[in-house]
Nanobody, 115 residues
Framework: QVQLVESGGGLVHAGGSLRLSCGAS????????VAWYRQAPGKQREVVAT???????NYADSVKGRFTISRDSNKNTVYLSMNSLKPEDSAVYYC?????????WGQGTQVTVSS
């Protein structure tokens, strides 16, 4: 059974930093596309950052230069380092991993940025 478990969310002041973690079991993240999404209340889920199987990264314009996605293959974990956080970054953040036929998702971790 595949499980993705996020952690690291919390409450932080604007300008602060957090690092989210996504640990996987039942699947190897190495060699798969992984991504972080977020969903704020009343809004659609949006992709924040992706990391391809080859290591290429892509970021939403709103987080470029502030967020970094990375993968530790030894720990089978994906990270999202978030700096210079803004109140508009507040959302539930979800880990996503490429799967067949459907992608795998974590349960989400709440990030709240106070002004």
């Amino acid at each position: 059974q595949v499980q993705l478990v996020e952690s690291g969310g919390g409450l932080v002041h604007a300008g602060g930093s957090l690092r989210l973690s996504c640990g996987a079991s039942g699947i190897r993240l190495n060699g798969r596309r992984v991504a972080w999404y977020r969903q704020a209340p009343g809004k659609q889920r949006e992709v924040v950052a992706t990391l391809s199987s080859s290591g290429a990264t892509n970021y939403a314009d709103s987080v470029k230069g502030r967020f970094t996605i990375s993968r530790d293959s030894n720990k089978n974990t994906v990270y999202l380092s978030m700096n210079s956080l803004k109140p508009e970054d507040s959302a539930v953040y979800y880990c996503n991993c490429q799967g067949l036929p459907d992608d795998y998702w974590g349960q989400g971790t709440q990030v709240t940025v106070s002004s």
